[in-house]
Every structure is written in C-alpha cells, then in structure tokens.
C-alpha cells in the first residue's frame, strides 16, 4: 500500500487535513489484512516542506486561547507520532524530494 502526500501545491506541507488524512490511511493499512507493508512518498518534487504555517494564521489573541490552540496542536501531534511507532506492519519512506520539519521527523520513526 502507498500512502502519497497530496499538497503539490504546497510542496505537501501538513496542515490540519492532511494529519487526519495520514491518521486514517495508516489506521486503514494497519487494519488491513492484505497490506503487508506500507510505503509513504510525496507527490511532487518535495516529500514534505513540513508544517502549513498558515494553518497557525488563526492563533487565538487571548491568552487562554493560545493555551487551547497549543494543547490541541501538541495532542494531535503526539497521536500522529504515536501511530508511527505502533504502526503494525513495516512502513517504508520513499523520499522523492526534500524532507522538512515534521517531514523529516516522521522518516525517523519509519522502518
């Protein structure tokens, strides 16, 4: 199974979606019985430019806020790291390009 980092555009920079996005494929690869190995590759010619800083445009002004945003971040964060390191199966980077922040940080955690 190949899971394709889909941002081509933003040369795959992770935003909101594609976390999620990620999360579900590797929950769907782990799940399934005739997925033996799992490779994950970028479209384009970056594998990941790393986080969309335009996903952190709307921090809250308030100081409550921000505290909320930075819980909810660093819990997604630990979730998405996380499904690394129990992921099932071997799990492959096949790195097409640059690999940067969070892009990188992932292809340590692959086998």
Do not use: W
């Amino acid at each position: 199974r190949v899971i394709t980092l889909q941002r081509p555009e933003k040369f795959n920079a992770f935003n909101n979606e594609m976390y999620n996005e990620v999360l579900e494929d590797l929950h769907a690869a782990a799940e399934d019985d005739h997925t033996v190995v799992t490779a994950i590759t970028g479209a384009g010619k970056y594998f990941s430019s790393g986080n969309d800083l335009t996903s952190f445009a709307a921090t809250p002004q308030d100081l409550e806020g921000r505290r909320q945003f930075s819980k909810t971040k660093g819990q997604r964060l630990i979730k998405f790291v996380d499904a690394f390191i129990e992921f099932p199966k071997p799990l492959v980077g096949v790195v097409n390009g640059p690999a940067i922040g969070i892009g990188c940080t992932i292809l340590g955690l692959m086998d």
